[in-house]
């Protein structure tokens, strides 16, 4: 049979692109795909549920944990709370068939692929520099200054393109949604996500 084993889906891109909506919609259309949840080392916010928002740790858990190679990347946010994806829950999912998406910045993405390597990064990018302001500008929720900002990151997160495995420009949301869902076939198709299949089908098996 036709590989359907799980995918680590990592994905990056500038603030602003769409990465959100975009994910938000693969998430609903395919129900064998779960966000990753990460561990934090900040306390719970009213209506946030352990394991489904975050797992809650203490900081010197938290740091066990890191020492003990459970993350598959971390980070200590503006010098207070520390967020990690958790090895353990990642494994767990794929293991059982279904996909693990998870949102975060392009530095983290290249840990993630250093530490599983089987991983896919997938870049989502602006039609356009220009776009991408103007979508910034359309929100409505920066200052000028902290648009300029976003603007000299971009920039500085769209060098490292070439480091990923797949780019998708988000000019229409439903186009690019069908070029995340492209990907997921193609890679499923991958010689190397099918050698138990290949090897019963040339051993005559199936």
Known sequence: MQNRDGLLLVVSGPAGVGKGTINGLMLERHSDIRMSVSVTTRKPRPG??????????????FLDMAKRGKFLEYMHVFGSHYYGTPRSFVESELSCGRSVMLEIDVQGALKVKSSFPDALLVFIA????SQLKSRLIGRGTETPE????????????????????????NDVIDAAVSRFEAILRAERC?????????????????
């Open 190 to 206: 991958r010689v190397s996500r099918n050698s138990d299949f290949i090897e019963s089908i040339q051993k005559g098996v199936q």
């Open 126 to 129: 602006p039609p356009s520099m």
């Open 146 to 169: 902290q648009i300029e900002r976003r603007s000299a990151t971009a920039f500085e997160e769209l060098r490292h393109i070439s480091s990923f495995d797949y780019v998708i420009v």
């Open 48 to 61: 946030e549920i352990e394991g489904v928002h975050y797992f809650y740790r203490s900081e010197e858990e």
